[in-house]
């Protein structure tokens, strides 16, 4: 196992989703007319010179902002709607309600939604006053009544309501990824559109973000719930949640979360949230980022055509508490079931500050993933399991965060010591002078490479609007970072860091303070799938430009060459920037040999006889470039990447660490130590004791690719020479090169052919040892014991093996069943009967030629539903839902996804090698899109009898035992409890 590094840069999530026309001159800050003559309507812009996303920045008449990008890597638009308000922006005695929004901002309109909203509408508002008298209501009794109205009366309005109208008409427009995400300053809704849609997508969210009814509102609330229960089951979502609160008592960062708190979510008012809509949802107080395939003329004017409708108000005004200085840490414990952690905080300013601009760069002096003082004095010499840095920047304030994983044996305070070390090394400047130039160079390169994805360029648009920069700032602020200096760093670290911190101790035992929302009784409601409103007709009867896919070729598209001893080499050219991909493949892993991975595990902590493993980091940050070797159970992945000018470079620097890695006891010895004590935390995480262990045991019985690994007592018995003598080993064997760049492929060769060092004869990979997958010839629940709030369940089927003709078949049925929010799935089980925040189902297509397919069928549910939801997931399996509606969306979103899917860059080189594991020569894609229009719902319906319908099934549970219902397991399959040796095999 590879020794964890949380990710912090998934912190919200933890705690809380055409006709070309000539450009412009640039200007800066300046008005500047669209050029086209022809035009009806003129919309000025502002621009910026030197600008690399070459953005417009147009303001409409009623103060929506609108930020547009050109990107023509595929024909499609990523956008976002943010809105400026978050959940800082919560009511005190409301708190949950801007994430509570979000999810409400999905279920339509007065027009989309509902086939009736006259008779609808008067519905709603009687749940609205009810649920206003059972906030003020204290006895449990009177409550329960009420509720039981609010059920009754919500059952009488889902009968006018559509359910999931606008993911349906996202769905098969082709958007990827709809979604959307609320956090502290901000709430954010997204998707990924082919341009072709772009009418039709402006369309339907003005229409569906101009009001906001709370439709099916107690079954949704329910999902927030289940959401609620999933974060109290997480310790390092409690652990930041402390941590936020230490930093900013008063202040809404820390006083309030984002999801609420239980008393709050079980308090709902309809009432505030309407409030609160009106107050910051206005045009004025919102942005619309997008980058993609667009014309800038005429997205303007379809933007304003439907935007500019909306009624400008006044802008909300927030008045920021100000927080006392911290002139002592303060101090908390958390408790729970996964393995102990420390976690640090210091408060900074906010992002207008020069002060949070050097903020980041300490960040980055201290954790940037190779030369950092983190990664070279705690993480590189193993003095703990594992350490890192992140800050977080807002507007009023900003938190810089440290954490690290302890050893076996070692105390959260020496983590902690260590930590606050390399603190005191900042302050002194105690850093090499090449460090900065080498961040900022970093920096740079990471630029480039985010700036190849619309996600992150629109991103950038947000982030601005957000914090309250106009463009010009936004870019500034990143040409004062290149110019930060080390007394900067020195008089802002000893401004900020002394005793004045926040420090968690997450410790591994019972929480006595757990909480948990109970489930409401929830009657279900209609799912009304062949139902439609006259919106929806209307949106969906508009004209649409054709859009003809284009499959990856590989004759045409790869350019293939020998290198020296007859390695091949498959190359596609980088024609964007300076930055290449280089890749040494080798097909044999930790099933062939277990000391392999060790050993690649090992290489990270080895020098040569140039250079210590210290210093080898150093000269790979400075030259832009870095390295990485990884072993799977079936591959070595070798890789080089960076800057293209410094290609050679780093290839020696590389090639000698292959060719004269410097054995280093010490650090074999804390390697072993370290995957020790990782593999005793692995037994209280329950994201792998569920995910890995016991889909493995399902999958292959106790000997499986998870258990397959060096006992304690082989792993204390490896010599370094031996871990070495397979480091060498591995230009050694037969092996494949992949590079993406800016060079021509006689010069990458002759580049390989004196760098890449190899012998004469290359010698075969090994045979790999097999594990053959088990049929299931019956019907079995496995469960394990975990503390948690929620139980998880995994329905697995093995299936047929992979099948090239069976996979536009697969592809459709995942669509139709499982294919989104606007799905069989999620509305049978979320939107109908509120039984899950999460659940899935799909065809899991083999990963290799040869092995089996799997249906796998999840859900997460509160242990007191486990009955309903198992019966739920089942009645569908086994029954599949006919909907014709459902059908043409599933196979629009499949058509207008791969025409308008572009595999570019080094993605056709990766497409490649999974092509390659299938046994396939060609662009699967094709089949797919070429069998739609032949596929039927009796086809789809026929496949899902044949294989999916009365499968036997391992069901596999984890849950505390207290909460699981074994009788209501029992009906499912032979029982049985899985302990953690029989999982881990150790």
């Given at each position: 196992m590879k020794k964890r590094f949380l990710s912090f840069y998934i912190l919200g999530a933890l705690l809380f989703a055409q006709c070309k026309t000539s450009t412009p001159t640039e200007t800066s800050a300046s008005q500047a007319p669209a050029s086209t003559a022809e035009a009806k309507e003129e919309f000025k812009y502002t621009s910026v010179p030197n600008d690399p996303l070459k953005a417009r920045i147009y303001t409409l008449d009623n103060g929506l902002t609108v930020y547009l990008s050109k990107y023509e890597n595929a024909p499609r638009i990523q956008t976002y709607i943010a809105v400026r308000a978050g959940s800082k922006n919560d009511p005190a005695d409301a708190t949950g309600l801007a994430h509570y929004l979000e999810h409400m901002a999905f279920k339509g309109s007065s027009r989309l939604g509902t086939i009736d909203w006259e008779k609808e509408q008067a519905e709603l508002a009687k749940i609205e006053a009810l649920y206003e008298q059972y906030r003020g209501q204290k006895d449990p009794a009177v409550r329960k009544k009420t509720y039981h109205q609010i059920d009754s009366i919500s059952g009488v309005a889902a009968k006018y309501a559509v359910p999931n109208e606008y993911d349906k008409l996202v769905a098969a427009m082709g958007m990827k990824n709809s979604n959307a995400s609320t956090w502290v300053e901000q709430t954010i809704y997204y998707g990924d559109?082919?341009?072709?849609?772009?009418?039709?997508?402006?369309?339907?969210?003005?229409?569906?973000?101009?009001?906001?009814?709370?439709?099916?509102?107690?079954?949704?609330l329910e999902a927030v719930y289940e959401e609620k229960n999933r974060s109290l089951d997480s310790d390092q979502n409690k652990a930041f949640e402390a941590a936020f609160a230490a930093l900013f008592p008063t202040h809404q960062y820390g006083a309030q979360t984002t999801i609420g708190t239980v008393e709050?979510?079980?308090?709902?008012?309809?009432?505030?949230?309407?409030?609160?809509?009106?107050?910051?949802?206005?045009?004025?107080?919102?942005?619309?980022?997008?980058?993609?395939?667009l014309d800038y003329d005429q997205t303007i004017k379809t933007l304003n055509a439907h935007f500019g409708k909306w009624e400008k108000k006044p802008a909300p005004v927030y008045n920021a508490p100000q927080e006392k200085p911290i002139t002592a840490p303060v101090v908390k414990e958390i408790l729970g079931p996964e393995s102990e952690m420390l976690l640090m905080a210091y408060r900074f300013p906010g992002i207008k500050s020069k002060d949070a601009l050097v903020l980041r760069m300490i960040n980055q002096i201290l954790t940037n993933g190779q030369a950092g003082l983190i990664d070279l004095n705690i993480n590189q010499k193993q003095a703990a399991l594992g350490a890192g840095s992140f800050a977080e920047i807002y507007n009023d304030y900003s938190a810089h965060f440290l954490t690290g994983n302890p050893r076996q044996g070692q105390t959260l305070d020496q983590v902690k010591n260590l930590l606050l070390q390399q603190i005191e090394l900042v302050k002194k400047g105690q850093f090499e002078d090449w460090l900065i130039p080498a961040i900022v160079n970093k920096n740079k390169i990471s630029k480039m490479q985010a700036y190849e994805s619309n996600a992150a360029r629109a991103t950038a648009f947000v982030d601005a609007f957000i914090a309250r920069q106009d463009w010009s700032e936004y870019l500034q602020q990143e040409e004062a970072f290149d110019k930060i200096t080390k007394q900067d760093v020195m008089d802002v670290a000893n401004r900020y860091y002394g005793d004045n911190y926040a420090v968690i101790y997450k410790r591994t035992g019972q929480d006595p303070t757990a909480q948990k929302v109970e489930k409401p009784t929830i009657t279900p409601v209609p799912a009304n799938r062949e139902a439609q409103s006259e919106f929806y007709k209307q949106v969906a009867s508009l004209p649409v430009s054709d859009l003809k896919p284009q499959f990856v070729d590989y004759q045409k598209d790869i350019q293939q060459g020998t290198l020296k001893s007859g390695i091949p080499i498959y190359y596609t050219r980088n024609q964007e920037n300076g930055l290449f991909n280089l890749y040494y493949i080798l097909d044999m892993g930790t099933n062939t040999d277990l000391k392999l991975g060790l050993a690649v595990d090992y290489l990270q902590y080895l020098g040569t006889d140039q250079y210590t493993a210290e210093e080898l980091q150093k000269e790979f940050f400075k030259i832009g470039c870095s390295f990485g070797v990884s072993s799977g159970q079936d591959q070595v992945y070798v890789s080089l990447t960076g800057l293209d000018t410094n290609l050679e470079q780093g290839l020696q620097l590389f090639e000698s660490l292959l060719q004269n890695p410097k054995a280093d006891q010490k650090a074999l010895t804390d390697m072993v130590a370290g995957i020790l004590k990782d593999r005793k935390d692995a037994k209280l995480n329950k994201n792998i004791i569920h995910g890995a262990a016991m889909v493995n045991y399902a999958k292959y019985g106790p000997k499986n690719p998870f258990t397959h690994i060096l006992t304690e007592q082989e792993l204390k018995k490896v010599t370094p020479a031996e871990l070495v003598a397979r480091i060498k080993s591995i230009p050694t064997y037969q092996h494949r090169v992949l590079y993406y760049g800016p060079r021509e492929l006689q010069a990458i060769s002759a580049t390989l052919n004196t760098g890449h060092i190899v012998p004469g004869t290359l010698k075969p990979v090994p045979a790999e040892k097999e594990f053959k997958e088990l049929d299931i010839k019956d019907r079995t629940v496995y469960w394990t014991n975990y503390d948690m709030v929620q139980a998880e369940l995994l329905f697995l089927t093995k299936s047929l093996n992979y099948d090239p003709k069976l996979v536009p078949t697969i592809r459709l049925y995942n669509e139709y069943f499982d294919g989104g929010m606007g799905a069989?799935?999620?509305?049978?089980?979320?939107?109908?009967r509120a039984l899950a925040y999460s659940a899935s189902s799909r065809i899991a297509n083999a990963s290799r030629k040869g092995r089996a397919n799997y249906i796998m069928s999840y859900i997460g549910t509160q242990s007191d539903k486990l009955p309903e939801a198992m019966a739920g997931m089942q009645q569908l399996l086994n029954d599949l839902p006919v909907a014709e509606t459902n059908f043409a969306n599933a196979k629009a979103s499949v058509r207008n996804s791969i025409a308008t899917e572009r595999i570019n860059k080094v993605g056709i080189l990766m497409n490649y090698e999974?092509?390659?594991?299938?046994?396939?020569?060609?662009?699967?894609?094709?089949?797919?899109?070429?069998?739609?229009?032949?596929?039927?719902?009796?086809?789809?319906?026929?496949?899902?009898?044949q294989f999916v319908k009365g499968q036997n099934q391992t069901i596999l549970v984890i849950g505390s035992k207290d909460r699981l219902n074994f009788k209501e397991l029992a009906k499912y399959g032979k029982v049985k409890q899985l302990s953690l040796k029989e999982l881990f095999g150790y």
């Amino acid at each position: 196992m590879k020794k964890r590094f949380l990710s912090f840069y998934i912190l919200g999530a933890l705690l809380f989703a055409q006709c070309k026309t000539s450009t412009p001159t640039e200007t800066s800050a300046s008005q500047a007319p669209a050029s086209t003559a022809e035009a009806k309507e003129e919309f000025k812009y502002t621009s910026v010179p030197n600008d690399p996303l070459k953005a417009r920045i147009y303001t409409l008449d009623n103060g929506l902002t609108v930020y547009l990008s050109k990107y023509e890597n595929a024909p499609r638009i990523q956008t976002y709607i943010a809105v400026r308000a978050g959940s800082k922006n919560d009511p005190a005695d409301a708190t949950g309600l801007a994430h509570y929004l979000e999810h409400m901002a999905f279920k339509g309109s007065s027009r989309l939604g509902t086939i009736d909203w006259e008779k609808e509408q008067a519905e709603l508002a009687k749940i609205e006053a009810l649920y206003e008298q059972y906030r003020g209501q204290k006895d449990p009794a009177v409550r329960k009544k009420t509720y039981h109205q609010i059920d009754s009366i919500s059952g009488v309005a889902a009968k006018y309501a559509v359910p999931n109208e606008y993911d349906k008409l996202v769905a098969a427009m082709g958007m990827k990824n709809s979604n959307a995400s609320t956090w502290v300053e901000q709430t954010i809704y997204y998707g990924d559109i082919p341009s072709n849609q772009l009418d039709k997508w402006a369309m339907l969210e003005a229409e569906r973000l101009g009001v906001m009814v709370p439709r099916l509102f107690h079954t949704e609330l329910e999902a927030v719930y289940e959401e609620k229960n999933r974060s109290l089951d997480s310790d390092q979502n409690k652990a930041f949640e402390a941590a936020f609160a230490a930093l900013f008592p008063t202040h809404q960062y820390g006083a309030q979360t984002t999801i609420g708190t239980v008393e709050h979510l079980k308090n709902p008012s309809i009432t505030e949230i309407k409030k609160y809509f009106d107050q910051y949802y206005v045009p004025n107080n919102m942005v619309i980022a997008m980058s993609g395939d667009l014309d800038y003329d005429q997205t303007i004017k379809t933007l304003n055509a439907h935007f500019g409708k909306w009624e400008k108000k006044p802008a909300p005004v927030y008045n920021a508490p100000q927080e006392k200085p911290i002139t002592a840490p303060v101090v908390k414990e958390i408790l729970g079931p996964e393995s102990e952690m420390l976690l640090m905080a210091y408060r900074f300013p906010g992002i207008k500050s020069k002060d949070a601009l050097v903020l980041r760069m300490i960040n980055q002096i201290l954790t940037n993933g190779q030369a950092g003082l983190i990664d070279l004095n705690i993480n590189q010499k193993q003095a703990a399991l594992g350490a890192g840095s992140f800050a977080e920047i807002y507007n009023d304030y900003s938190a810089h965060f440290l954490t690290g994983n302890p050893r076996q044996g070692q105390t959260l305070d020496q983590v902690k010591n260590l930590l606050l070390q390399q603190i005191e090394l900042v302050k002194k400047g105690q850093f090499e002078d090449w460090l900065i130039p080498a961040i900022v160079n970093k920096n740079k390169i990471s630029k480039m490479q985010a700036y190849e994805s619309n996600a992150a360029r629109a991103t950038a648009f947000v982030d601005a609007f957000i914090a309250r920069q106009d463009w010009s700032e936004y870019l500034q602020q990143e040409e004062a970072f290149d110019k930060i200096t080390k007394q900067d760093v020195m008089d802002v670290a000893n401004r900020y860091y002394g005793d004045n911190y926040a420090v968690i101790y997450k410790r591994t035992g019972q929480d006595p303070t757990a909480q948990k929302v109970e489930k409401p009784t929830i009657t279900p409601v209609p799912a009304n799938r062949e139902a439609q409103s006259e919106f929806y007709k209307q949106v969906a009867s508009l004209p649409v430009s054709d859009l003809k896919p284009q499959f990856v070729d590989y004759q045409k598209d790869i350019q293939q060459g020998t290198l020296k001893s007859g390695i091949p080499i498959y190359y596609t050219r980088n024609q964007e920037n300076g930055l290449f991909n280089l890749y040494y493949i080798l097909d044999m892993g930790t099933n062939t040999d277990l000391k392999l991975g060790l050993a690649v595990d090992y290489l990270q902590y080895l020098g040569t006889d140039q250079y210590t493993a210290e210093e080898l980091q150093k000269e790979f940050f400075k030259i832009g470039c870095s390295f990485g070797v990884s072993s799977g159970q079936d591959q070595v992945y070798v890789s080089l990447t960076g800057l293209d000018t410094n290609l050679e470079q780093g290839l020696q620097l590389f090639e000698s660490l292959l060719q004269n890695p410097k054995a280093d006891q010490k650090a074999l010895t804390d390697m072993v130590a370290g995957i020790l004590k990782d593999r005793k935390d692995a037994k209280l995480n329950k994201n792998i004791i569920h995910g890995a262990a016991m889909v493995n045991y399902a999958k292959y019985g106790p000997k499986n690719p998870f258990t397959h690994i060096l006992t304690e007592q082989e792993l204390k018995k490896v010599t370094p020479a031996e871990l070495v003598a397979r480091i060498k080993s591995i230009p050694t064997y037969q092996h494949r090169v992949l590079y993406y760049g800016p060079r021509e492929l006689q010069a990458i060769s002759a580049t390989l052919n004196t760098g890449h060092i190899v012998p004469g004869t290359l010698k075969p990979v090994p045979a790999e040892k097999e594990f053959k997958e088990l049929d299931i010839k019956d019907r079995t629940v496995y469960w394990t014991n975990y503390d948690m709030v929620q139980a998880e369940l995994l329905f697995l089927t093995k299936s047929l093996n992979y099948d090239p003709k069976l996979v536009p078949t697969i592809r459709l049925y995942n669509e139709y069943f499982d294919g989104g929010m606007g799905a069989i799935v999620f509305q049978e089980l979320r939107e109908s009967r509120a039984l899950a925040y999460s659940a899935s189902s799909r065809i899991a297509n083999a990963s290799r030629k040869g092995r089996a397919n799997y249906i796998m069928s999840y859900i997460g549910t509160q242990s007191d539903k486990l009955p309903e939801a198992m019966a739920g997931m089942q009645q569908l399996l086994n029954d599949l839902p006919v909907a014709e509606t459902n059908f043409a969306n599933a196979k629009a979103s499949v058509r207008n996804s791969i025409a308008t899917e572009r595999i570019n860059k080094v993605g056709i080189l990766m497409n490649y090698e999974q092509a390659r594991k299938l046994g396939i020569d060609h662009d699967i894609r094709r089949d797919i899109y070429e069998s739609l229009d032949a596929l039927t719902l009796d086809q789809i319906k026929a496949f899902q009898q044949q294989f999916v319908k009365g499968q036997n099934q391992t069901i596999l549970v984890i849950g505390s035992k207290d909460r699981l219902n074994f009788k209501e397991l029992a009906k499912y399959g032979k029982v049985k409890q899985l302990s953690l040796k029989e999982l881990f095999g150790y």
